[in-house]
């Protein structure tokens, strides 16, 4: 079975902290993903990246960064954290396939307070 | 911009109920449509995946159909259980390769 495991289920950080998120994945996937999921507002996309060290934005990326030094990792970076950045962050991975069937998998989400 | 919206929003049914949950999208240029189930408080779990060029996907008790000309899916679950309680996503992946999700609608089976 494919496993997204992320590095923590529940963080609380301050205001103007530097804040990571890691995710790692053990199926040798390409495509990572990195979503942030409120109320009322479903999932939106922060970034992707479709190999190591590549990167493209998302729908919302203001206010992160990521890396991808790694295949199997990829860290979201809150440069500052802000109050507005409270939220469940899901990190996803997929196989860059070229029959556009790219299905992916979740991993069981981070909930970052910002206090 | 695609779109996708989830309809209705919360359902609550009794167990044993076969029911339907609803799904549009704005923009017919998809490459696959893909139901996921979300528990309270974890990750999501993919269900079904439909490729643009299918019609239908079964697994088990689900069943998830696509008309893409007319936007719409629909996941169909038979014989509904109490464990079946949770989020159900929808989510089209667009001509960039990004996974777009509706809202969610969220599903209550009684005993």
């Known amino acids: 079975d494919v496993k997204v495991t992320q590095s923590s289920r529940y963080l609380v950080k301050r205001t103007g902290e530097k804040v990571f998120l890691e995710c790692v994945q053990d199926m040798d996937h390409e495509n990572m993903f990195w979503y942030r999921q409120d109320p009322g507002l479903g999932l939106r996309l922060i970034y992707f990246s479709y190999d190591v060290k590549m990167k493209e934005k998302g729908d919302i990326p203001e206010g992160y960064s990521v890396s991808r030094e790694k295949k199997e990792r990829f860290s979201l970076i809150l440069e500052s954290a802000s109050t507005n950045q409270t939220s469940m962050y899901l990190c996803?991975?997929?196989?860059?396939?070229?029959?556009?069937?790219?299905?992916?998998?979740f991993g069981p989400g981070t909930r970052l307070t910002v206090l | 911009k695609q779109e996708v919206t989830q309809i209705p929003a919360a359902l609550s049914v009794p167990e044993g109920e076969n029911l339907v949950l609803n799904c549009s999208f704005t923009d017919s240029a998809i490459y696959n449509l893909q139901w996921f189930r979300q528990d309270p408080g974890k990750g999501l779990t993919s269900l079904l995946l439909i490729q643009s060029s299918q019609r239908e996907q079964t697994s088990g008790r689900l069943n998830a159909s696509l008309d893409k000309s007319s936007g719409r899916s629909t996941l169909y679950i038979a014989a509904s259980q109490p464990g079946d309680s949770a989020t159900y996503l929808c989510?089209?992946?667009?001509?960039?390769?990004?996974?777009?999700f509706g809202s969610g609608t969220r599903l209550l089976v009684r005993p």
């Open positions: 996803a991975s997929s196989f860059r396939a070229r029959t556009g069937a790219r299905k992916q998998f």
């Open positions: 989510a089209v992946m667009d001509s960039s390769y990004k996974l777009i």
